[in-house]
């Protein structure tokens, strides 16, 4: 079972990416999927996740009304849609995955079924 990210990149202020983590070795229709993030020196941090059906989402609220989460279950695959970066994005960007719902990743992402390898963001200003 794999969680593969990719998309990262260097971009400037105000610039756009779309992250995406493909999953394999299984079927994630019925797993929340999302992605934390964590910074040079930072502890790790939730950004976005979106529920199985892809009718719930929740957003940290440093990246509220900029990024969108969302998923296409046919493809095992979710995306992050990151618009208006800031230099405060620059992180390694993680997905995961977990069955039991959005509650442990707007916990902090203990405990996680499945994670993903990072994929480097860089904004500079």
């Known amino acids: 079972v794999q969680l593969q990210a990719s998309g990262g990149g260097l971009v400037q202020a105000g610039d756009s990416l779309r992250l995406s983590c493909a999953a394999s070795g299984r079927t994630f229709s019925s797993y929340a999927l999302g992605w934390f993030r964590q910074a040079p020196g930072k502890e790790r941090e939730f950004v976005a996740v979106?529920?199985?059906?892809?009718?719930?989402?929740y957003y940290a609220g440093s990246v509220k009304g900029r990024f969108t989460i969302s998923r296409v279950n046919a493809k095992n695959t979710v995306y992050l849609q990151m618009n208006s970066l800031k230099p405060e994005d620059t992180a390694v960007y993680y997905c995961?995955?977990?069955?039991?719902?959005?509650?442990?990743?707007?916990?902090?992402?203990?405990?996680?079924?499945?994670w993903g390898k990072g994929t480097q963001v860089t904004v500079s200003s």
């Open positions: 979106i529920n199985w059906s892809g009718g719930i989402t």
């Open positions: 995961a995955a977990d069955y039991a719902g959005t509650g442990k990743f707007v916990g902090g992402g203990r405990d996680m079924d499945y």
